[in-house]
């Protein structure tokens, strides 16, 4: 199969959602699709206990499997898929934004029950600003939930987004009947067990399905459907592509119900590996030379194992084990010897990938996340990744003193690594770390004993809002305890606002200062 066959079949996207939406039921039934597992259950008992690891780690204790916490890799139907995680919970840190970088497209779960909630809006703030395709699954059918068309109103407002529905729900709860695929032309029936029945619209008038046709919620629903025939968005498959229009679907994950027909409908319409841009122009995803960047190093937390595995998303050629590639940043190249794919069912080597694949790379500490690496005559690098605005933040000192060398030290290559963010106080020599999720601290604080040596306090600022500033607009007057002006690592200026009140009252007293949003900037078109 030629490489533009190969890519062409690859589909590799995210799940995101918030804690408890159903990410790992859902996720699950997928497996069972993908024939890795052959029944998928509830995982219980998730609630207990601290989060020290992934939700998918969670799947392989629970079900005895072995699945990787970063990756699953699957064919289906025509399709070789790759689903990326992004951990909640407390797993939830940059690590989870960066992932976004690696995918082609992302499917966004939302508990009927529920609306949109925090972390679902973060994630998906990451995904609008790098122009992702996202599809959106409405879940928990199986119980009362809001009603659809306030659902939709609220993810056109909170999130900015058309939707087109391409499935519409009769009833939910105990009056759930099923849904409507507008795309299919059919209404899928939903029994209360396992059973789904495809009936397509021309079918429907026939007498055996004269009970459901005079069901009021069916009739009630068909109003529903006229009404979003005449005044809904149009769907347009190019918005979709644009990250513009979202289309939605309602099922219910745990049941399960219409799943299977939104992965299927989901996997069509999801796009292929796409053209990147780099500092020698776009790349395509089959030119002939392999390239890839790496969006995550997860170092080993154990000491007597200090290895670490790159990950990377593979942009354009073939990767072959073995193969020498060189490293756009220092133009050095080398051989990869040491290679893994994450498939489900183990983490095992890989001898060949094509654009879209995730593989593990063995990083003999000459890695940092972003870099490029690549075969062929002309070196290039693929566009930084974004900086992503932390929330957490806090004061950080050695405890010894005397340390202060290995701290620095420790601190220095930490940062560089990507596991947490350095600011750094106007006129004092105070260093102040920040963070997505609690996580990165706990990361930090462990290999800052491991591996400098050295412990360190941390003191915590709280959630804060940084906002980014020109550099003519700087007024240190201005800035106190409360809204702490600082630098990032580049040595741009920020502000640490104390809250939300704070911010617009600043804004307010200063409306000629412009305050910079990384999520509003961060603007990364992939579709040219
Ligand atoms: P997450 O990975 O997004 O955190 O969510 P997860 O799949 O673990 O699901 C969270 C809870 O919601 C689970 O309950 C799960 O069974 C339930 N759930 C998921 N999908 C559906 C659905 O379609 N309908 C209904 N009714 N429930 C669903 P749990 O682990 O048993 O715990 P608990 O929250 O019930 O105590």
């Known amino acids: 199969?030629?490489?533009?066959?190969?890519?062409?079949?690859?589909?590799?996207?995210?799940?995101?959602?918030?804690?408890?939406?159903?990410k790992t039921t859902l996720t699950e039934k997928l497996l069972v699709f993908g024939n890795l597992i052959r029944s998928a259950g509830t995982v219980k008992g998730k609630k207990s206990g601290k989060f020290a690891t992934s939700d998918w780690m969670e799947i392989e204790k629970q079900r005895g499997i072995s699945v990787?916490?970063?990756?699953?890799?699957?064919?289906?139907?025509?399709?070789?898929?790759?689903?990326?995680?992004?951990?909640?919970?407390?797993?939830?840190?940059?690590?989870?934004?960066?992932?976004?970088?690696?995918?082609?497209?992302?499917?966004?779960?939302?508990?009927?029950?529920?609306?949109?909630?925090?972390?679902?809006?973060?994630?998906?703030?990451?995904c609008k600003m790098r122009g992702i395709p996202i599809f959106t699954f409405i879940n928990k059918l199986d119980r009362e939930g809001r009603e659809p068309f306030e659902l939709m109103e609220e993810i056109e407002e909170v999130l900015d987004i058309e939707t087109y529905p391409m499935t519409w729900p009769a009833g939910m709860g105990k009056r759930f009947l099923g849904v409507f695929d507008r795309h299919h032309e059919q209404f899928i029936s939903y029994s209360g067990n396992e059973e789904e029945t495809y009936i397509p619209y021309s079918h429907l008038e026939k007498s055996e399905h004269q009970e459901l046709v005079e069901h009021p919620t069916y009739k009630e629903t068909l109003e529903e459907l006229m009404l979003l025939d005449e005044a809904g968005d149009q769907f347009s498959m190019e918005k979709v592509m644009r990250g513009e229009q979202t289309p939605v679907f309602f099922?219910?994950?745990?049941?399960?119900?219409?799943?299977?027909?939104?992965?299927?409908?989901?996997?069509?319409?999801?796009?292929?590996?796409?053209?990147?841009?780099?500092?020698?122009?776009?790349?395509?995803?089959?030119?002939?030379?392999?390239?890839?960047?790496?969006?995550k190093i997860q170092a080993n937390m154990n000491p007597q194992h200090r290895d670490r595995v790159a990950f990377v998303r593979i942009c354009s050629g073939k990767f072959e084990r073995g193969m020498n590639v060189t490293l756009g940043r220092t133009g050095k190249t080398f051989k990869l010897a040491q290679s893994q794919q994450f498939v489900a069912s183990s983490r095992g080597t890989i001898d060949e990938a094509y654009a879209g694949d995730i593989i593990?790379?063995?990083?003999?500490?000459?890695?940092?996340?972003?870099?490029?690496?690549?075969?062929?005559?002309?070196?290039?690098?693929?566009?930084e990744l974004p900086q992503f605005p932390p929330e957490e933040f806090k004061k950080v000192t050695a405890k010894n003193v005397m340390k202060s060398k290995q701290f620095k030290k420790g601190i220095e290559?930490?940062?560089q690594e990507g596991a947490i963010q350095l600011f750094k106080r106007y006129r004092f020599e105070d260093y102040i770390l920040g963070a997505v999720g609690q996580l990165q601290y706990d990361v930090f604080e462990y290999r800052m004993k491991n591996e400098y040596n050295v412990e360190v306090e941390l003191q915590p600022l709280g959630e804060r809002i940084p906002r980014w500033l020109k550099e003519e607009q700087v007024n240190e007057s201005l800035f106190d305890e409360r809204n702490m002006l600082v630098q990032d690592r580049e040595g741009s200026p920020l502000v640490l606002f104390k809250n939300d009140f704070s911010l617009r009252w600043f804004q307010d007293k200063n409306p000629d200062i412009e305050l910079i949003d990384l999520f509003e900037v961060n603007q990364y078109d992939q579709s040219y």
């Open 413 to 415: 290559q930490l940062v």
């Open 68 to 126: 990787t916490s970063s990756v699953m890799n699957f064919p289906y139907r025509d399709y070789q898929v790759n689903i990326l995680d992004t951990p909640g919970h407390e797993d939830f840190s940059e690590d989870t934004y960066r992932t976004l970088t690696a995918v082609d497209s992302v499917v966004m779960i939302i508990d009927a029950t529920k609306g949109i909630e925090a972390q679902t809006l973060k994630l998906f703030k990451v």
């Open 1 to 22: 199969m030629s490489i533009n066959e190969e890519m062409n079949k690859r589909r590799t996207f995210a799940i995101i959602s918030h804690p408890d939406a159903g």
């Open 251 to 295: 099922g219910s994950a745990l049941a399960p119900f219409g799943v299977e027909g939104f992965f299927d409908t989901f996997i069509d319409m999801a796009p292929a590996p796409a053209p990147r841009r780099s500092t020698e122009g776009i790349v395509s995803p089959d030119d002939a030379e392999f390239s890839g960047f790496i969006f």
């Open 360 to 383: 593990g790379i063995y990083d003999p500490n000459v890695y940092r996340i972003g870099d490029t690496i690549l075969t062929g005559k002309t070196n290039f690098e693929y566009d």
